[in-house]
């Protein structure tokens, strides 16, 4: 999934007090500021965002577009930006499983084109390239779609291979990998395999860790305090374990989109707004919806806004993007995350 920066005399000073009373606002010095357009600023044309390239605290200004000709704003770096046309709104795409109009909505992995408003594939036995090719319900495998391995089943040499509520506990050999539920694996039972983020969708908390026989899955660890103001990745870590080799986790300090230059911590598992999306990825997963997608496609936006509820998706939606674009939402101004987070100022507004 991608992540998206005049000095008034009384502005400064308003900073420099909520600094002293409240440290979490001490501003990063390799962090810009930005915060909307002053009532006092006169913008030329159709500028959108104005940038002054200030030795202590550089700034962009922002007034979002509100003109239905030019009603776009694209952000650029160390410089001003102008108000353009939308975007063009990329033709649908659609892979096997997914709704469509007509056959010119099909991707060409649907071979078959539109059949009932559902691109169609290849289907069992039939010939494929890769797993995209495949309707849902099935893997490439050989050349040949073939009917995904259940849960319980051995086999598997990536998720895809397996049902779409289902990843593979990838082992020394296929023979010994088995499709497992996703998030079914308790605290501290063995999972084969773990991210170098310490992430697996096998276990209940979606968090792993290396111990002496090599993974298992572990408590979902919160942040120390929220929002966690830092200035390093060192300045982020989470509540004590003492399962963890150094009883943390550190996260990513990231510069925010606010006016206070300051940067914050990304979020651990056990934190609310990872917590809040996880309960709607799990309803997903274990829903009957999921298998109407292609495998490859289990988890994109297209695919579950396609046969998910709106409320739900929604929801979803903006919990994943909330809980991912944390650090850069935090103590933000509404006109900022408008032009700054427009995928998640959709989502907002959505639910």
Not at 101 to 118: E, F, H, M
Not at 132 to 150: A, H, K, M, S, W
């Amino acid at each position: 999934m991608d992540i998206w920066r005049f000095c008034l005399v009384s502005f400064s000073i308003s900073m420099i007090s909520a600094a002293e009373f409240f440290p979490e606002f001490l501003g990063n010095p390799n962090c810009p500021a930005y915060t909307c357009k002053t009532s006092s600023q006169q913008f030329l044309n159709t500028t959108c965002i104005f940038f002054t390239p200030t030795a202590s605290t550089p700034t962009y200004f922002v007034n979002p577009c509100t003109s239905l000709k030019l009603p776009y704003c694209q952000p650029s770096t160390e410089s001003n930006s102008t108000c353009g046309a939308a975007n063009p709104t990329p033709p649908v795409n659609a892979w096997p499983g997914e709704k469509c109009s007509t056959s010119a909505d099909c991707s060409s992995y649907a071979n078959q084109g539109c059949v009932k408003n559902v691109c169609m594939g290849a289907s069992q036995g039939d010939e494929c390239k890769v797993n995209d090719d495949c309707n849902p319900g099935y893997r490439c495998l050989g050349g040949i779609c073939q009917i995904q391995i259940p849960v319980g089943g051995t086999g598997c040499t990536n998720d895809y291979d397996c049902v779409n509520g289902a990843g593979c506990n990838i082992a020394k050999t296929s023979s010994e990998s088995i499709c497992y539920p996703y998030y079914s694996i308790a605290q501290h039972l063995p999972v084969n395999s773990c991210s170098s983020s310490n992430q697996s969708m096998l276990c209940n908390s979606g968090l792993c860790m290396a111990n002496n026989e090599g993974f298992e899955c572990m408590a979902p660890v919160q942040s120390s305090k929220l929002p966690a103001a830092c200035q390093l990745d060192s300045d982020c870590q989470s509540t004590r374990d003492d399962y963890f080799p150094n009883g943390y986790l550190t996260g990513t300090c990231y510069c925010g989109y606010n006016p206070n230059s300051a940067s914050y911590c990304s979020l651990f598992a056990g934190d609310k707004p990872m917590l809040q999306m996880m309960s709607y990825l799990k309803s997903w997963v274990q829903s009957k919806f999921i298998l109407k997608c292609n495998t490859m496609r289990r988890f994109t936006p297209a695919c579950i806004s396609n046969w998910w509820n709106t409320k739900d998706y929604n929801y979803y939606m903006y919990y994943y993007l909330s809980a991912y674009y944390y650090p850069l939402i935090t103590n933000g101004e509404s006109c900022v995350q408008q032009v700054y987070l427009p995928q998640w100022w959709a989502a907002k507004n959505a639910i």
